[in-house]
C-alpha cells in the first residue's frame, strides 16, 4: 500500500488561472509570498482563453488591442521571475481550517495544500467541458471518450468521431485527418458556430473525401459503436475506435458552494480594504466575488489583487511592517523581477 504524499506546504493557493488569478501571483511575487495556482482547464488563461482566445480586447490599461490569449501568455511572462506553480486539471474540493490556523485544501486530483492564505480567482466557476448525454458513457472517459484534448496524437491510425459544431470541434477534426484513418464530423444541423474560413476548410475536406460530415446526434455509445439519431428519425451507426466530444464548456461553480463560505447569488461577499472573505486569510478576487458597486472588468479584478496581496502579508509575515516600494526604483524589486 502506497503512502499518502505529503501536504504540499505553501504561503498562497491561488484557485483560478485566468487572468486575474495570473496577476494575483505578480502581486504576491512582488511581496515575496510563494504561491501554487489551481485550475481546473488544462492550462492557464480561464474563460480569457476559451471563450475568447482571439477576439480583441481593448480595455487593458496600456494595452490598446491584444486578445485572450495574447493577455494571459503576457501575464504568463510577467510572472516567471517568481516561478509560481501550476496544477492543472484539477479542481479544490475542500477547504477546511487547521489548529494551527493554516489552511488545508485538498483536489480532485489527490492533492493536498496546507496554506498561509487563499485566493479565490474563480471567475464565474471552474470551466469544465459539457458531456455527451447519454446514460454510462462516462465510464469510457480516458479510453475510448475525450473531451477537448489537448494532444490529438494519440488518434494516429484510428477511427475517429468528433461530435460538435464550433471553432474548435472543426479544428479538431481537421487536425486529426491528418493522422487518423477515418474521422467523421457529426453536429445536430447542418450549419456551425465557427469563422466562415474554418468551415469552407471542413467542407472542402468533405469533398475531397479526407473526413465526413454527418447531421445527427449521439443516441448510444458501447465503446466501438456510436449510435447516431438523424433528423429524418433514421438510425446510423458508426463505427469507432475515439470519441471526441468538443461540445464547448460552461461554468460551474462546483465545490466552492461547499467551502462553508458566505455566499450571495453564487458569489462570494468580500470588504473592499482586502478583499477577504468572511473567513480570515481567505480572499476573493474577480467575477468571483461582490462587493457594492461591484463591476466586472478584468482592470477591478488586478485592483483587487493587488489589495488583496497587501493584506495577505499581516498573515504570511505577521508582526512585519512591509514597506511600499516601487518597480521603477527598488533594487529589491528589480533583483526579484530579474531585471537591471
Known amino acids: 500500500m502506497s503512502a499518502t504524499p505529503a501536504p504540499i506546504e505553501t504561503d498562497a493557493l491561488i484557485v483560478g488561472a ?22 481546473a482547464l488544462p492550462a492557464a488563461g480561464g474563460q480569457c482563453v476559451k471563450l475568447y482566445g482571439d477576439k ?8 490598446p488591442h491584444t486578445s485572450g490569449r495574447g493577455l494571459a501568455e503576457a501575464l504568463l511572462t510577467q510572472i516567471a521571475p517568481f516561478k509560481p506553480q ?17 489552511l488545508r485544501l485538498t483536489t480532485s486530483g489527490g492533492k493536498t495544500f496546507l496554506a498561509k492564505t487563499v485566493f479565490i480567482a474563480a471567475g464565474v466557476g471552474a470551466f469544465v467541458p459539457k458531456h455527451i448525454a447519454l446514460d454510462g458513457i462516462a ?3 480516458g479510453t475510448r471518450l475525450f473531451h477537448h484534448p489537448e494532444s490529438l496524437d494519440g488518434f494516429a491510425g484510428q477511427t475517429v468521431v468528433v461530435n460538435g459544431g464550433d471553432d474548435i470541434a472543426l479544428e479538431t477534426a481537421l487536425s486529426i485527418s491528418a493522422i487518423a484513418k477515418q474521422v467523421t464530423l457529426l453536429h445536430r444541423r447542418d450549419g456551425f458556430q465557427a469563422d466562415e474560413a474554418v468551415v469552407a476548410r471542413m467542407r472542402a475536406a468533405v469533398a475531397e473525401g479526407r473526413m465526413r460530415f454527418v ?41 466552492i458552494a461547499d467551502w462553508g463560505l458566505e455566499l450571495e447569488r453564487k458569489q462570494v461577499p468580500v470588504d473592499t480594504e482586502k478583499f477577504e472573505t468572511r473567513e480570515r486569510g481567505v480572499f476573493a478576487v474577480g467575477d468571483i466575488n461582490t462587493y457594492p458597486g461591484k463591476r466586472k472588468l478584468i482592470v477591478c479584478g488586478f485592483h483587487e489583487a493587488t489589495l ?16 511600499l516600494q516601487y518597480t521603477t526604483t527598488s533594487t529589491r524589486l528589480h533583483t526579484l523581477l530579474g531585471v537591471g
Open 18 to 39: 485566468g487572468p486575474v488569478g495570473l496577476f494575483q501571483a505578480f502581486q504576491l511575487g512582488l511581496l515575496e509570498i510563494s504561491c501554487h495556482i489551481v485550475d
Open 56 to 63: 480583441p480586447i481593448y480595455d487593458i490599461p496600456g494595452t
Open 86 to 102: 501550476f496544477h492543472f486539471g484539477e479542481q479544490v474540493a475542500t477547504l477546511a481550517r487547521e489548529p494551527d490556523d493554516r
Open 139 to 141: 465510464r469510457f472517459e
Open 215 to 255: 447531421v445527427g446526434q449521439p443516441a448510444a455509445f458501447d465503446g466501438t459503436r456510436l449510435q447516431v439519431s438523424t433528423p429524418d428519425a433514421q438510425t446510423l451507426e458508426l463505427p469507432v475506435d475515439a470519441l471526441v466530444a468538443c461540445l464547448g464548456i460552461s461554468p460551474r461553480l462546483g465545490p
Open 308 to 323: 488583496a496581496a497587501w493584506a495577505a502579508t499581516a498573515i504570511v509575515f505577521p508582526g512585519k511592517a512591509i514597506p
